[in-house]
């Protein structure tokens, strides 16, 4: 892939992560967004399995950058697709937070407009006891969070600086984490719903055929290595 098509690709890849946003701003424009039967469901649907999603597209980069030596450009976009992802999972998770617990914005807006600035905290300090009780009874939630906190990790330690500070070795490390968040947004996919609903079977599917991709080329070049030291 010539380097002159790579920065007009990022902003294609830009544009397309930031359609489903998008999308929810013209749906909250055109009044579609409060005509769903439920929309702060549908809010938190709609950002979870955006951030799944991104999540698993920037899982493949990897096993099909490694199908031919021609596909080594995608590794260029693993760490803007993972960014997304993260994106999608704050919103998902602010959602959660200011609609889905009982945050009253109507009051916090008023406050902000009356420069008392304190109102949408207080606002905020009245749903935490109610938010921690819930995060202690749905063992989904609790997943979902570790969930984020990996994803934030991995955002805050994606900047090149930050990679040359940790060092390649250690930054590699802590980045297989994105193995463990994905399986876990999986978990937390799956705990979300009714039993006999399979949703999320398709994305599961994906994601372990991923990570087979992986195990066997790992095994593979293991086999390399070891008949190149028999032949020296
Ligand atoms: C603080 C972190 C999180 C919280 C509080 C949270 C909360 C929730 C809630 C309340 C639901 C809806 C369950 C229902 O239908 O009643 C949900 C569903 C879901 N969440 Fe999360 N979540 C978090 C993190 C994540 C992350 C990091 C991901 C993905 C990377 C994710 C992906 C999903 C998906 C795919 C669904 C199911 C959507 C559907 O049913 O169509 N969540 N989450």
């Known amino acids: 892939m010539p380097g002159k098509v790579i920065p007009w690709l990022k902003v294609v890849v830009h544009l397309l992560c930031l359609l489903p946003l998008l999308k929810l701003l013209m749906m909250f424009h055109s009044g579609a967004l409060a005509a769903e039967s439920d929309p702060v469901q549908f809010l938190t649907h709609f950002t979870g399995l955006w951030a799944l999603w991104l999540l698993v597209w920037d899982l493949a980069i990897t096993p099909v950058r490694r199908l031919s030596p021609k596909l080594s450009w995608l590794i260029r976009f693993r760490r803007m697709v993972g960014l997304y992802s993260f994106f999608y999972a704050t919103l998902h998770m602010l959602v959660y937070v200011f609609l889905f617990s009982g945050y009253d914005t109507a009051t916090a807006l008023e406050g902000i407009r009356a420069h008392h600035w304190g109102v949408p905290w207080q ?27 990996l994803l934030l990790a991995l955002a805050i330690t994606s900047p090149q600086r930050v990679l040359r500070a940790m060092g390649g070795k250690n930054w ?24 006999g609903n399979n949703a999320p079977a398709v994305v599961s599917i994906v994601f372990f055929a991923l990570m ?19 032949t020296a």
């Open 123 to 149: 606002q905020l300090k009245l749903i935490v006891p109610s938010m921690i009780d819930d995060v202690k009874q749905r063992a989904f939630i609790q997943v979902g969070l570790i969930t984020w906190v």
């Open 172 to 195: 590699q490390r802590l980045h297989r984490v994105v193995y463990v968040a994905g399986f876990l947004a999986l978990m937390h996919f799956w705990w979300s719903l009714k039993k």
């Open 212 to 230: 087979i991709a992986r195990l066997v080329w790992t095994l593979w070049q293991k086999r390399k290595k070891r008949a190149r030291m028999v």
